[in-house]
């Protein structure tokens, strides 16, 4: 199921941290932007820098097509609190599918 990014908001404002404490402080949201630039020869799942774009990093177009494009950073531990660790599949590897629509390194599908 595809969730609006305002269906997301309200689940993280719901949301607590181990002490009990809300684990988004939406008075201090901020956006940031990737710049991401596909190229085939990186391999499959990984982002590497990109010598042609400051900050900006080169993936695999299948990599770029697997990734959800709206991710929320919460904090170091907010990635943890919202992680859904999967097995794939296809290629067994360990996926956080917060991350992801499809594996980006074999492209299974994480439908059960």
């Known amino acids: 199921m595809n969730k609006s990014h305002d269906q997301i908001q309200e689940e993280l404002k719901k949301l607590q941290n181990a002490a009990g404490k809300p684990l988004v402080d939406f008075d201090k949201v901020e956006e940031y932007s990737v710049r991401l630039r596909p190229d085939d020869k990186v391999a499959p799942g990984l982002f590497v820098p990109d010598p042609l774009i400051p900050g900006g990093y080169k993936a695999h177009s299948v990599t ?49």
């Open 64 to 112: 770029l097509k697997a990734m959800k494009k709206d991710i929320f950073y919460v904090s170091s531990e907010g990635f943890e609190d919202l992680e859904q660790l999967i097995q794939c599949k296809g290629c067994n590897r360990e996926i956080d599918a917060q991350f992801w629509h499809f594996c980006p390194y074999c492209e299974a599908s994480f439908s059960s």
